[in-house]
């Protein structure tokens, strides 16, 4: 399969495009030929280094390729250099003539290069095996038959499929689902492997497309869960819907649509493991109140964000802070992002936090015109027609886009589970209401417990919202058009049966009165 995504991928250096960039992927496509004396003479490893160089040109060539070629062709010009920095996110061209002096000096180079190698590989092994067998303290504080059928539920099989209940998983883990959910996925062989033998069970058979985020980033498992906890903390128990439930339902739910095709929109494992992390954080410290609560009540945090996307805003400013703050003695080690370069750094945070602030409803309608554009123009085939610059760098609109579908999934859920989500989240909705009346606000729509009718709400909510959403969905995935659409026709329709019913009781009521 990942073949198969890297063989799409590279079709875009085809496409007639020139750039420096460009020219040096299909250099390296030159020296990769099965018949070119090169490939022949070098290693898988060298061979596959300079595929992960080729991603890398190709990437930056998107990058470049929304930049006026003028303002990219004249070294000398700084007037031209400081605009396409500054308001085209490009950043300054390395010295070639440094960068070959260096190289120049050979030998030293090569051997340093290749010890520093040799020791991340010893270092990923040495963090592979010695947390192969670790389990979170949660674990151990079930019961066996509950440790039996948590493990169940986090099988890989399991936790890849759509209509999977985390809501189920909260009741049967102890209610920290996202602690669970988290390093299932994210940890995954391991996780579930580590369950197994505990249990004294065979080694579960993997998925075909297991990420292994530990040894692709050296992340320890303890310290991935010490930074779970931390994170699960910061979601509120009070939240009927916002809750660290929800942030597991979201992770697992983008997790589903990633495995069902959804990252082949995806050019590295980095990009996967923002957006999974991105789903892990992406309401981190929700009041319980929506951001048009914010606004019309001039709260601080709407000062602060000017009245834009303000709780998108916050949810991601609290996981960047958490992601860089200096532990001190006292504190667990919780630092996930230490095995990345400076530069995956830099990458994961743009990604991570463009990928939450895209969760803001408000931007609804303007992603699916994205989309749809995109997809007009370009068919859904090659990938990388789907990159766009943010702030100087690519991103794919297809992930961000697969976050918000799965923050606004419930409606395309299975029996009982849609039915559960609604009721709670009309619960937080009619709270605020209260809250709203009791401040002599407005009432915001579908937040007035005296007004909202139950089936009205989501008839409207899936025929304009979360239908179409899933359908242009299911033009780049298209499993969904077997796995998601007829469940949401079936919870449509069950929504149409509830109005009626609730118009025969109204109609009943209404001929006792009289």
Not at 211 to 226: G, T
Not at 440 to 453: F, W
Request: glycine content about 4%; proline content about 4%; some cysteine.
């Amino acid at each position: 399969m990942r073949a198969k995504q890297d063989a799409e991928k590279e079709k875009a250096a085809t496409d007639g495009s020139v750039s420096p960039w460009m020219n040096g992927a299909k250099l390296i496509d030159t020296l990769l030929h099965p018949d070119s004396d090169v490939a022949q003479a070098l290693t898988p490893k060298e061979s596959e280094g300079l595929k992960n160089i080729r991603k890398l040109l190709i990437s930056r060539h998107i990058q470049q390729d929304a930049i006026p070629t003028d303002l990219t062709t004249d070294d000398d010009d700084p007037v031209n250099l400081y605009i396409a920095e500054q308001f085209g996110g490009l950043r300054k061209k390395t010295d070639f003539k440094k960068a070959a002096r260096s190289i120049l000096n050979g030998l030293k180079f090569i051997k340093t290069t290749q010890a520093q190698v040799a020791m991340k590989e010893k270092s990923v092994r040495r963090i592979t095996n010695a947390n192969k067998g670790y389990l979170p303290a949660e674990w151990h504080r079930l019961s066996t038959s509950r440790q039996n059928y948590v493990f169940r539920l986090l099988s890989y099989d399991a936790i890849a499929r759509w209509g999977y209940d985390s809501l189920e998983l909260s009741v049967a883990c102890g209610k920290v689902p996202l602690l669970f959910i988290g390093w299932a996925i994210l940890c995954a062989p391991h996780a579930q492997t580590a369950m197994a033998q505990d249990l004294g069970l065979e080694d579960p058979e993997g998925g075909d497309n297991i990420y292994e985020f530990v040894e692709e980033f050296a992340m320890k498992p303890e310290v991935l869960c010490n930074f779970l906890r931390l994170v699960e903390s910061d979601y509120s128990e009070e939240n009927p819907y916002h809750n660290s439930i929800h942030a597991s339902d979201v992770t697992q739910t983008t997790f589903a649509l990633l495995q069902m095709g959804g990252d082949k929109f995806s050019s590295s494992p980095l990009e996967l493991f923002s957006l999974l992390l991105a789903a892990v954080c992406h309401d981190m410290g929700h009041p319980g109140r929506n951001n048009s609560f914010e606004v019309n009540s001039h709260s601080e945090l709407s000062v602060i964000y000017n009245d834009s996307s303000v709780l998108e805003n916050m949810h991601a400013a609290r996981a960047c802070r958490l992601l860089t703050r200096q532990p001190g003695d006292a504190d667990l080690n919780a630092d996930i992002l230490a095995g990345l370069q400076k530069t995956q750094k830099e990458a994961f945070r743009a990604n991570f936090t463009k990928a939450i602030l895209c969760t803001d409803m408000s931007q609804h309608f303007a992603k699916v015109a994205q989309l749809k554009s995109k997809i007009s123009h370009f068919g859904t085939s090659d990938p990388l027609k789907f990159y766009v610059n943010s702030d100087g760098r690519s991103m794919s609109v297809v992930l961000q886009y697969m976050l918000h579908l799965a923050d606004i999934s419930n409606p395309a859920k299975p029996a009982p589970i849609f039915v559960e989500w609604t009721d709670r989240c009309l619960n937080e909705f009619f709270a605020q209401g209260d809250a709203e009346k009791e401040a002599y606000m407005p009432v915001s729509p579908m937040c007035d417990r005296d007004v909202t009718v139950k089936s009205d709400s989501q008839l409207g909510f899936i025929k304009f919202i979360v239908r179409p959403s899933f359908v242009l969905l299911s033009d780049l995935v298209p499993r969904a058009v077997d796995e998601i659409l007829p469940i949401l026709e079936n919870n449509l329709r069950y929504w149409e049966d509830q109005k009626l019913k609730e118009e025969e009781e109204e109609e009943e009521e209404e001929e006792g009165r009289h």
